[in-house]
Protein backbone atom coordinates (compact mmCIF):
# COMPACT_ATOMS: atom_id res chain seq x y z
CA UNK A 1 0.00 0.00 0.00
CA UNK A 2 0.83 3.56 -1.03
CA UNK A 3 2.15 5.66 1.76
CA UNK A 4 -0.66 8.16 2.46
CA UNK A 5 -1.14 11.27 4.66
CA UNK A 6 -3.91 11.07 7.22
CA UNK A 7 -6.69 8.37 6.19
CA UNK A 8 -10.62 7.64 7.19
CA UNK A 9 -11.56 4.40 7.98
CA UNK A 10 -14.84 2.52 8.96
CA UNK A 11 -14.97 0.98 12.09
CA UNK A 12 -14.05 -2.87 11.69
CA UNK A 13 -14.38 -6.38 13.99
CA UNK A 14 -10.62 -7.83 14.08
CA UNK A 15 -10.15 -6.35 10.66
CA UNK A 16 -8.00 -7.19 7.52
CA UNK A 17 -4.11 -6.90 7.30
CA UNK A 18 -4.53 -4.31 5.25
CA UNK A 19 -6.33 -2.09 7.42
CA UNK A 20 -3.54 -1.69 9.51
CA UNK A 21 -1.15 -1.90 6.74
CA UNK A 22 -3.31 1.57 5.81
CA UNK A 23 -2.94 2.65 9.49
CA UNK A 24 0.62 1.70 9.91
CA UNK A 25 1.76 3.89 6.87
CA UNK A 26 -0.75 7.06 7.76
CA UNK A 27 -0.06 10.22 9.50
CA UNK A 28 -3.02 10.07 11.58
CA UNK A 29 -6.18 7.75 11.17
CA UNK A 30 -9.80 8.38 11.16
CA UNK A 31 -12.29 6.00 12.36
CA UNK A 32 -15.77 6.83 11.22
CA UNK A 33 -18.26 7.12 13.69
CA UNK A 34 -21.17 9.35 12.28
CA UNK A 35 -22.49 7.11 9.69
CA UNK A 36 -25.48 4.84 9.17
CA UNK A 37 -24.46 0.86 9.58
CA UNK A 38 -23.90 -1.16 6.44
CA UNK A 39 -24.28 -4.85 5.69
CA UNK A 40 -21.54 -7.20 4.27
CA UNK A 41 -18.91 -5.24 5.06
CA UNK A 42 -15.82 -5.90 7.71
CA UNK A 43 -18.23 -3.45 10.49
CA UNK A 44 -19.46 -6.80 11.79
CA UNK A 45 -17.26 -10.07 10.14
CA UNK A 46 -13.93 -11.17 9.93
CA UNK A 47 -12.16 -13.56 7.61
CA UNK A 48 -9.67 -15.91 9.11
CA UNK A 49 -7.94 -18.98 7.87
CA UNK A 50 -9.45 -22.12 8.67
CA UNK A 51 -8.45 -25.63 7.71
CA UNK A 52 -11.14 -25.49 4.96
CA UNK A 53 -10.02 -22.17 4.09
CA UNK A 54 -11.40 -18.67 4.01
CA UNK A 55 -14.05 -18.82 6.90
CA UNK A 56 -16.24 -15.66 7.45
CA UNK A 57 -16.85 -15.05 11.40
CA UNK A 58 -20.14 -12.77 11.33
CA UNK A 59 -20.88 -10.40 14.77
CA UNK A 60 -24.82 -10.62 14.71
CA UNK A 61 -26.86 -7.22 15.42
CA UNK A 62 -29.92 -6.42 16.32
CA UNK A 63 -31.55 -4.62 14.00
CA UNK A 64 -34.44 -2.57 15.37
CA UNK A 65 -34.26 1.16 16.06
CA UNK A 66 -31.50 3.61 14.92
CA UNK A 67 -29.12 2.29 12.22
CA UNK A 68 -26.49 5.28 13.27
CA UNK A 69 -23.17 3.29 13.98
CA UNK A 70 -22.43 3.94 17.50
CA UNK A 71 -26.21 2.55 18.10
CA UNK A 72 -26.00 -0.81 16.65
CA UNK A 73 -26.34 -3.42 19.18
CA UNK A 74 -24.66 -6.64 19.22
CA UNK A 75 -27.09 -9.87 19.44
CA UNK A 76 -26.37 -12.07 22.31
CA UNK A 77 -29.19 -14.05 22.19
CA UNK A 78 -27.23 -16.16 19.37
CA UNK A 79 -23.91 -18.23 20.44
CA UNK A 80 -21.21 -16.23 18.36
CA UNK A 81 -18.96 -16.02 21.46
CA UNK A 82 -18.57 -19.57 21.73
CA UNK A 83 -18.73 -20.30 17.57
CA UNK A 84 -15.64 -17.64 17.21
CA UNK A 85 -13.75 -18.91 19.65
CA UNK A 86 -13.68 -22.45 18.76
CA UNK A 87 -13.15 -21.38 15.43
CA UNK A 88 -10.00 -19.20 15.87
CA UNK A 89 -8.58 -21.72 18.13
CA UNK A 90 -9.11 -24.64 15.67
CA UNK A 91 -7.68 -22.20 12.73
CA UNK A 92 -4.47 -20.63 14.76
CA UNK A 93 -4.38 -23.31 17.96
CA UNK A 94 -1.18 -24.30 16.00
CA UNK A 95 0.27 -21.36 15.26
CA UNK A 96 3.31 -20.49 16.92
CA UNK A 97 2.13 -17.06 18.76
CA UNK A 98 -1.17 -17.84 18.99
CA UNK A 99 -0.64 -18.42 22.96
CA UNK A 100 1.05 -15.02 23.27
CA UNK A 101 -2.10 -12.67 22.08
CA UNK A 102 -5.16 -14.44 22.09
CA UNK A 103 -5.94 -14.09 26.29
CA UNK A 104 -5.84 -10.87 25.84
CA UNK A 105 -8.27 -10.40 22.61
CA UNK A 106 -10.23 -12.61 24.33
CA UNK A 107 -10.60 -10.87 27.12
CA UNK A 108 -11.98 -7.86 25.03
CA UNK A 109 -14.14 -10.38 23.96
CA UNK A 110 -15.43 -11.15 27.51
CA UNK A 111 -16.97 -8.18 28.07
CA UNK A 112 -19.32 -8.45 26.35
CA UNK A 113 -20.05 -4.90 24.81
CA UNK A 114 -23.26 -3.79 24.23
CA UNK A 115 -22.53 -1.69 20.86
CA UNK A 116 -20.66 -3.07 18.43
CA UNK A 117 -18.72 0.20 17.52
CA UNK A 118 -16.94 0.03 21.16
CA UNK A 119 -16.34 -3.57 20.57
CA UNK A 120 -14.54 -3.40 17.91
CA UNK A 121 -12.75 0.20 18.89
CA UNK A 122 -11.48 -1.80 21.90
CA UNK A 123 -9.92 -4.72 19.63
CA UNK A 124 -8.09 -2.55 17.16
CA UNK A 125 -6.81 -0.14 20.05
CA UNK A 126 -5.41 -3.57 21.35
CA UNK A 127 -4.08 -4.65 18.00
CA UNK A 128 -2.57 -1.70 17.38
CA UNK A 129 -0.91 -1.79 20.52
CA UNK A 130 0.17 -5.31 19.68
CA UNK A 131 1.72 -4.34 16.56
CA UNK A 132 3.45 -1.56 18.00
CA UNK A 133 1.67 1.05 15.55
CA UNK A 134 1.86 4.41 17.25
CA UNK A 135 0.22 6.36 14.77
CA UNK A 136 -2.56 8.59 15.89
CA UNK A 137 -5.83 6.77 15.65
CA UNK A 138 -9.29 9.40 16.04
CA UNK A 139 -12.66 9.37 15.84
CA UNK A 140 -15.03 11.49 13.67
CA UNK A 141 -17.32 14.28 14.84
CA UNK A 142 -19.50 14.51 11.85
CA UNK A 143 -19.94 12.70 9.04
CA UNK A 144 -18.91 13.95 5.07
CA UNK A 145 -19.60 12.16 2.13
CA UNK A 146 -16.92 13.78 0.42
CA UNK A 147 -13.57 14.58 3.57
CA UNK A 148 -11.09 17.16 2.43
CA UNK A 149 -7.76 16.69 3.65
CA UNK A 150 -8.04 13.16 3.34
CA UNK A 151 -7.94 9.40 2.09
CA UNK A 152 -10.92 8.02 2.37
CA UNK A 153 -10.73 4.21 2.58
CA UNK A 154 -14.42 3.51 4.09
CA UNK A 155 -15.50 2.13 0.94
CA UNK A 156 -12.42 0.09 -0.28
CA UNK A 157 -11.41 -1.73 2.84
CA UNK A 158 -14.43 -4.12 1.66
CA UNK A 159 -14.59 -8.06 1.85
CA UNK A 160 -15.88 -8.01 -1.57
CA UNK A 161 -13.27 -5.30 -3.46
CA UNK A 162 -9.74 -5.23 -4.23
CA UNK A 163 -8.12 -2.87 -1.17
CA UNK A 164 -7.04 0.25 -2.30
CA UNK A 165 -3.99 -0.97 -4.12
CA UNK A 166 -2.58 -2.97 -1.25
CA UNK A 167 -0.88 -5.96 -2.34
CA UNK A 168 0.09 -9.17 0.41
CA UNK A 169 3.15 -9.86 1.03
CA UNK A 170 3.88 -14.00 1.76
CA UNK A 171 4.51 -14.76 4.94
CA UNK A 172 3.76 -18.20 6.93
CA UNK A 173 0.31 -19.51 7.21
CA UNK A 174 -0.64 -22.36 9.35
CA UNK A 175 -2.50 -24.31 6.33
CA UNK A 176 -0.75 -22.87 3.28
CA UNK A 177 0.34 -26.60 2.98
CA UNK A 178 -3.07 -27.18 2.03
CA UNK A 179 -4.32 -24.59 0.77
CA UNK A 180 -1.47 -21.82 -0.45
CA UNK A 181 -1.07 -18.28 0.60
CA UNK A 182 -4.05 -16.53 1.49
CA UNK A 183 -4.04 -12.91 1.49
CA UNK A 184 -5.71 -9.96 3.71
CA UNK A 185 -7.26 -12.19 6.08
CA UNK A 186 -7.76 -10.75 10.02
CA UNK A 187 -4.78 -8.89 11.63
CA UNK A 188 -5.10 -12.20 13.96
CA UNK A 189 -3.66 -14.54 11.17
CA UNK A 190 -0.77 -12.37 10.80
CA UNK A 191 -0.36 -11.72 14.49
CA UNK A 192 -0.57 -15.33 15.37
CA UNK A 193 1.67 -16.86 12.60
CA UNK A 194 4.50 -13.85 12.62
CA UNK A 195 4.40 -12.50 16.17
CA UNK A 196 6.71 -9.53 17.14
CA UNK A 197 7.52 -9.47 13.24
CA UNK A 198 3.90 -9.03 12.06
CA UNK A 199 4.59 -4.86 12.66
CA UNK A 200 7.41 -4.68 10.46
CA UNK A 201 5.71 -7.08 8.26
CA UNK A 202 3.09 -4.11 7.48
Known amino acids: MEACSDILLSTAYLP ?3 YFAAIATSGKAMVEACET ?3 QSY ?3 CNIYSPDGVQTLLVPVLHAGSRF ?4 RIDYSKNWLHTHRRAIATA ?13 ID ?13 NLALTEKLLSMLDIRTEVQLTADYESAPTGLND ?8 RDTCGWRAKEYYQTFCSR ?7 SIVDLLFCEGPEAGSYL
Do not use: T
Open 16 to 18: PVS
Open 37 to 39: FQK
Open 43 to 45: RNR
Open 69 to 72: IRDI
Open 92 to 104: YGPAPFFKYYWDD
Open 107 to 119: AILDRRYEFLFDM
Open 153 to 160: LRSAVHPK
Open 179 to 185: HGFLPDM
